[in-house]
């Protein structure tokens, strides 16, 4: 079928002005915000509506034609961005909160919602909706239970798995699956909403969620910890968790070369210390009594000084110091123009494993680049690493990328612990997953989209005869 007449079979389903193409798709549906292979859609749908939504699958589907789902379009590992002939299906319409059930605690939000307006509207019910990160004006619900997003505080309240009790879905056939569950407990057969979680539109369309609220944290308490070496960041971690009693809701390491870069080309950057060190940590425990909540914070930062744990540690004072210190931490945002060519890293490993990967992947990019930079910092709490690497020319990509993937194999990490795998991962899956895991991906993805027109290419590596 020529791309006309698919355009003109969606447009006698959908109706002419819900179809558009060619000059009429705004630039922003050509690319996610990794930048990479922008590309125009064949044309774009905005449902209103999951019937409308099921309406426009059952078309694609019974035309054998390939869609792609796009949220806000913050991804960075090219999931949403378009394929060649794909139509996209943007999700921006199908935005608002249906309910906050206060018995429950519980928001069911669509899909399109942006995060910021689901935990506004849960702030002005008087909960937390305790997922956050810095796309948070942009990327939608959608979007974050797709990639299963981490962010800041994840340590704290889990990733967005964690946050969804239930969902509605769309197959790739325009079947609509409704598992609106409100419950903590069901084990009534399959939980089918891990179906969705995480696997990056490949399996469906998800167009409503239950979603976890919790009672709203009032006094917050952050400061800003200089330690002698990664082992100490560990006893940090452990002694914040023991001490806090569950109140620890960020710990972010920087290494010195991420965090005196971002100081030094930062407007404002400054840090607390006269000295320079080895590692700083970023630490912030939320809690509903502001007094007692400080000298807990305050009674552990000093027993770690006195056992040597840490060297230094700044409290912040003020909502400005506390500002000050998250600007170092998310410098990146504004270094990363300045580091261009660069990669940026988002591996995961168990904590033990990270100091001889780093050694490693310092020691292999020193052995084969003659200049390279290697800014590091991390959700460390959480397993995460981030790496911003760069040589200066495009050319070493590649070997980068490989290079870096295959330690973090080695040391039993993931290639992606928060982005997704998207198209920019997929072919690195092989280093954090065994080919039977991989054979039951295509195994899931040809059962539920046997035509595979839905995010086809993304996640799931392509058998040699394939794609
Ligand atoms: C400044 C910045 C900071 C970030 N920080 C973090 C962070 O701390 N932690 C983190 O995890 N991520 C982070 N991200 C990445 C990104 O924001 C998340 O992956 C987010 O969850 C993507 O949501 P989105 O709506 O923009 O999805 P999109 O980019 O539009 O799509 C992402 C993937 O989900 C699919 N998808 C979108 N909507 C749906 C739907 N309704 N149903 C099925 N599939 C769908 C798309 O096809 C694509 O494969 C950051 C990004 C930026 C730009």
Known sequence: MSHAEIIAALKRRMGS??????????AKHHVDFSGEHACAPLALVRPAST????????????????????GGLTGLAGGATPQPGEVAISMERMSGIEEIDRESMTAIVLAGTPLQVVQQAAADA????PLDLGARGSCTIGGNIATNA?????????????????????????????????????????????????????????????????????????????LPSFEAAVALLHLLQARLAGGLSAYEAMWAGYFHHVVDHVRGGRSPFGARHPLYVLVEAEGADERADRERLESALSAALESGVITDAALAQSERDARSFWMIRDGIAEITPLLQPMLAFDVSMPIGEMPEFLARVDRELAAEFAQVTNLIF?????????????????????????????????????VSAEHGVGTLRREYLHHSRSRAEI?????????????????????????PHED
């Not at 099921?54 to 792609?68: F, K, P």
């Not at 609106?180 to 069901?186: P, S």
């Not at 995460?384 to 990490?413: F, Q, S, W």
């Not at 054979?439 to 058998?463: F, H, S, T």
């Open 17 to 26: 002005d819900a179809v558009l193409h060619g000059r009429e798709i705004g």
């Open 51 to 70: 019937a409308e939504l099921a309406q426009i699958l059952e078309t694609c589907s019974a035309l054998g034609q390939r869609v792609v789902v796009q």
């Open 126 to 129: 008087g909960f937390l909706f």
């Open 150 to 226: 981490g962010g800041n505080q994840v340590i704290r309240f889990g990733m967005m798995r964690n946050l969804v009790l239930g969902l509605e879905a769309v197959l790739a056939d325009g079947t609509i699956v409704s598992s609106m569950n409100k419950m903590l407990k069901n084990n009534a057969g399959y939980d089918l909403k891990h179906l969705f979680i995480g696997t990056e539109g490949t399996l469906g369309i998800v167009t409503r969620a239950v979603l976890r609220l919790y009672p709203k944290l009032p006094t917050k308490t952050t400061a800003l910890c200089a």
């Open 378 to 414: 991390g959700h460390i709490g959480d397993n995460n690493l981030h790496l911003a690497v760069t040589t200066g020319r495009e050319a070493d990509m590649p070997k980068i990328c490989d290079l870096v993937y295959a330690a973090t194999g080695a040391h039993a990490g993931s």
């Open 439 to 463: 054979e039951l991906m295509r195994r899931l993805k040809a059962a539920l989209d046997p035509q595979g027109i839905l995010n086809a290419g993304r996640v799931v590596p392509a058998r």
